[in-house]
């Protein structure tokens, strides 16, 4: 496990910046963001993990991984419907791990090229496989490439976990948790990353 080059660069800088989120980075003094180098397996993680908890995305995908062995295109492309659903997978969450495998083994997307290009050129490219939105990509961008300066808005965990760290009413704004998200720059994904890893006893992982 490799911590990104930026990462105690980033804690000092947000330590500095914000009292309240520096306490939640001190609290956890040996735990970094890794990254899994394998965009396949980060995206299909990413796609299990939609619109369900931590724990209950963590189930389906060590089940998954026990049935599959190999997360790879040709593997999830050949395994079967219902081999797939007893793994705790939604029908449209099949659908989308098909549709990522297609695009992986057709070429339709080019992950070498990603080192050169900007979040949002890597964001359009990712949301054209059917399936994948703007918080898959945003997850991507943080596990697989480890940009530093990524703020999923859409994020239920980050959001909760803005409001646990100042006491604020849950849910806040879009709106609101982008303005509070400026002081965080340019290290946001580390923020959100603490953000996280204050409401979940395992750290978060794709």
């Known amino acids: ?112 090229d990603w080192k050169s290009l900007d979040d949002e050129k890597i964001i359009e490219q990712l949301i054209q496989i059917k399936g994948i939105g703007r918080w898959t990509a945003e997850m991507f961008l943080i596990f697989n490439l480890c940009r530093p300066d990524i703020f999923p808005v859409d994020d239920l965990g980050v959001i909760k976990g803005i409001c646990v760290c100042y006491s604020l009413k849950y849910p806040i704004s879009k709106k609101h948790a982008i303005k509070l998200s400026e002081k965080w720059k340019p290290y946001r994904s580390v923020a959100t990353w603490y953000f996280w890893r204050s409401l979940d006893p395992i750290p978060v992982e794709y």
């Open 1 to 112: 496990m490799i911590k990104p080059d930026f990462w105690e660069k980033a804690k000092k800088h947000l330590i500095r910046k914000d009292k309240a989120l520096g306490k939640i980075i001190k609290s956890y003094p040996k735990d970094f963001l890794f990254s899994k180098s394998d965009p396949f397996y980060t995206l299909a993680r990413s796609i299990v993990g939609q619109q369900i908890s931590v724990s209950a995305a963590q189930a389906v995908w060590d089940r998954f991984e026990k049935k599959i062995k190999i997360v790879k295109p040709y593997n999830v492309k050949n395994m079967h419907y219902m081999k797939l659903k007893s793994c705790g997978l939604s029908k449209q969450k099949i659908t989308y791990l098909k549709n990522l495998s297609d695009a992986f083994i057709e070429n339709k997307i080019k992950p070498k």
